[in-house]
Every structure is written in structure tokens, then in C-alpha cells.
């Protein structure tokens, strides 16, 4: 493949429409099981097995063929994929590996840096504060934090719409270069900002989408000031308790529960691949540095995609997705719809994830990756997503996702 500089795809500001890659031979993908789909109809979530042949033995084995036949030609150390279809039945498989160095097989329960999959938990955090009446999404930015070019026009709706016209602070060189050159590095909010705010903003406040980092920081601080905690503490006691997800965080700086799979990425300053388990995501904070699992994810996929903790109207307000300028993918509050599948992807040095849900269909599916590396120009993750979806759900194929921020 075509070397690529880190300033040119650090956590890219780019929809990506994905191709799927020409098939060749492959084995299956070794059954590993998981957490079962729970009754029928969609409503719970259970603690048995997913059989092996969950969804029949000719659909599991075309997944099987499917999935691996990406992951060798994307050169995806280890993939994980749980598929849940009420009425059909489920798929979770792990394949390839969690460790390139030992050779470890990839497992279902694996920890995974979600990167910008973040960006739906501080939105509803947000839109938490809106159903309170202590924010208004039509409130200015400058209402709740200073010093933001043209704050007094840009308001809460266009951050979570990414349509603010502000910089994003990963597409910007410098930013890149300190971040690269010192990976363990711990950043506070103001010091990512700072990047960001040098720029001129790119256009008018509403005018067009932009995908930006910026904007998500910026909502961070709103939710920390009018909830009255830090953040973390605020997603704990809103989102993640009253949704049950015991093994998801923003963790302060580098820290990484076990068991996880080892992370790798070419966004290196050398260009050539490094092991990345272990770098801070904190520069990402309330846009990009949480941690879950695939229990978790299968689990936040329905709630956010059908607003199970906000009031109708601000769950209708969340779903008024808008036009993004990529055919298929359209993107509301925090949240992408890609031709009926709700919900958001993540991508960040060493991980890659997708987490949405099909509400024709009451399906469910998550994507865990232990690579970022781009294929062609292209997240793995999407590949995949577009593949598992070509299969299962041919009239509502995954048509793009949006890569957190990779600077051109």
C-alpha cells in the first residue's frame, strides 16, 4: 500500500463509502461464543451461549467466508463481530489474532478503545441536560465556555450536528506532530482546543456538515459545567448505570481494563506499524477516549438508537439526521443513520469499532478491530460493516462511516 504521512489521516474530518475487497479463498472464522441475543423479540439481553450455528448453517458459513475473506485482504490482525437478528438468531465470532507478537487467537470478550463512539454518549449526556430544562440545543456555545471563534453564533445543535464550522483540532500539523512524538502524553481540554481555535473557522454556523473533534470537546465542558461533575462521573450516574453498562468508561488517561487485545496502527511518525495498546487517548476525551466491550456495545446500540433514556421529543429532535454530502449517510445529534443503520462508528490509533442498530429489523450489529490502518483509503471497519451487511441485510447495506478526524 501507498505510505501515508500522520498529518495527511490522523482521525480524518471524511466520510468514507466503502467497496468491499474482491473475495479469495479463506477458512472460516473460528467460532468462539458469546453473549445469546436474550427473547426473541429484541428485549432482553442474556448471559448463554450464541450457538454456533445461530443463524443457520448456510448464512453462518457465508459470514464466516464473508468476514474473513476482509479481514486477510485488509490485513486486520483480529476482528470480533456480534450480530443479533430477533426472529433469525445471532452470530459472535472472534477471528485472527490479539496479539501479532505470541500469536494469542482474538477473543469475544475483549475490552477495545471505541474512539469516536464517544461522541453518542456525551451527546445523550447533553440531551439529558436538555430534557432537565437546563440547556436549550439552540443556546450559544459562548453561553457556557469563552473565547470560541464566533461562539455567539454557533450554537449546542450545530456541535452535535457538526455543523459549526470550527477547526478540527486533529487536522491541525502541530497537534498532530506533539501527539505523535510523545503518544503517553496526558492533555487537558483547554490544550487541545488551543489547536483548533488558531484556525479561521470554515464556514458559517450551520452551513454545511463538517466532521470536527472541536465540537465534541466543547460539548464536554457544557455537560461538566451545567451537571455540576466531571464529566466521567456525569456519564457514570446518567448514561452508563441507568443503561447497565458495568464495563464502560472514559478513563482519565491511558488506563485500559483487561482482558484487550493489543492495538496497531501505521499513524506513526515513521509511517511503519507500532504497537499502540498503551498510548492516552486523552486527548480524544468526550469526543473519542472511552472504553467498552462487546456486551456493552451490543446493549448501547438499541438504547441510543431508540432514545430508551430521553423523552420523545428529544429523541425525535436527535434522529432529524441531515445530509452529509456522501450518498447513504446522513448525521442528527451525535448520531449517523447509514441507509437505516443507526448509530456511530469509532476509529483511533490502534482500534477500530461500529455499533448500530436496525430499527426495521430490530438487528443489532458491533465491529471490533484491533487495527485503524487504512485499506486503500478506506476504515477496515467499514469494509466489514458493508460486507457482514451486503449478506444480511442487502436492502439496508452499511453504506459509510465517519472516521474521527483524520487530517488531510
Excluded at 32 to 50: E, K, R, W
Excluded at 202 to 223: A, D
Excluded at 323 to 338: A, C, K, Q, V
Amino acid at each position: 500500500m501507498r505510505r501515508r504521512t500522520p498529518y495527511r489521516r490522523l482521525f480524518a474530518a471524511t466520510l468514507l463509502v466503502a467497496s468491499v475487497l474482491a473475495p479469495v479463498a479463506a477458512t472460516p472464522a473460528t467460532p468462539v461464543h458469546a453473549a445469546s441475543p436474550g427473547p426473541q423479540d429484541g428485549g432482553g439481553y442474556g448471559h448463554d451461549d450464541c450457538p454456533h450455528d445461530g443463524l443457520g448453517p448456510d448464512l453462518t458459513a457465508r459470514l464466516d467466508r464473508t468476514i474473513e475473506d476482509v479481514r486477510k485482504q485488509a490485513r486486520v490482525p483480529g476482528v470480533v463481530v456480534g450480530l443479533w437478528m430477533p426472529g433469525k438468531g445471532c452470530y459472535v465470532r472472534a477471528t485472527g489474532v490479539a496479539d501479532k507478537a505470541t500469536g494469542r487467537p482474538m477473543f469475544t470478550d475483549t475490552y477495545v478503545r471505541i474512539g469516536s463512539e464517544t461522541k453518542t454518549f456525551t451527546v445523550t449526556a447533553l440531551l439529558e441536560l436538555v430534557d432537565d430544562g437546563l440547556v436549550g440545543l439552540d443556546d450559544p456555545i459562548e453561553k457556557y465556555v469563552r473565547g470560541v471563534p464566533n461562539g455567539h453564533k454557533i450554537t449546542l445543535r450545530h456541535l452535535a450536528e457538526m455543523r459549526s464550522g470550527l477547526f478540527p483540532y486533529t487536522s491541525d500539523s502541530s497537534f498532530v506532530h506533539a501527539l505523535l512524538s510523545a503518544p503517553e502524553r496526558q492533555w487537558a481540554p483547554p490544550e487541545v482546543l488551543k489547536y483548533g481555535f488558531k484556525h479561521k473557522n470554515t464556514f458559517k454556523p450551520g452551513e454545511k456538515f463538517q466532521y470536527s473533534n472541536t465540537n465534541l470537546v466543547l460539548l464536554g465542558l457544557v455537560v461538566e459545567k451545567v451537571g455540576g461533575r466531571p464529566l466521567a462521573e456525569f456519564l457514570d450516574h446518567r448514561v452508563l448505570r441507568p443503561s447497565h453498562l458495568e464495563d464502560t468508561a472514559l478513563p482519565d488517561g491511558a488506563e485500559f481494563p483487561e482482558p484487550h487485545a493489543r492495538g496497531y496502527t501505521d499513524q506513526t511518525l515513521s509511517g511503519k506499524v507500532e504497537d499502540a495498546t498503551d498510548w492516552n487517548p486523552s486527548w480524544g476525551w468526550a469526543a473519542g477516549a472511552m472504553t467498552s466491550n462487546l456486551r456493552d456495545l451490543r446493549r448501547w446500540a438499541e438504547i441510543v438508537a431508540t432514545g430508551r433514556l430521553l423523552s420523545p421529543e428529544t429523541q425525535a429532535q436527535r434522529l432529524k439526521t441531515l445530509p452529509t454530502g456522501f450518498p447513504g449517510t446522513t448525521y442528527g445529534l451525535g448520531i449517523l443513520n447509514t441507509n437505516g443503520w443507526i448509530g456511530h462508528n469509532g476509529s483511533l490509533p490502534g482500534y477500530e469499532t461500529v455499533t448500530v442498530y436496525l430499527p426495521e429489523r430490530k438487528a443489532t450489529l458491533v465491529v471490533i478491530l484491533n487495527t485503524d490502518s487504512l485499506v486503500g483509503g478506506q476504515e477496515p471497519s467499514t469494509l466489514l460493516a458493508r460486507a457482514i451487511t451486503e449478506v444480511v441485510t442487502p436492502d439496508h447495506v452499511y453504506a459509510g462511516a465517519i472516521p474521527p478526524s483524520r487530517g488531510r
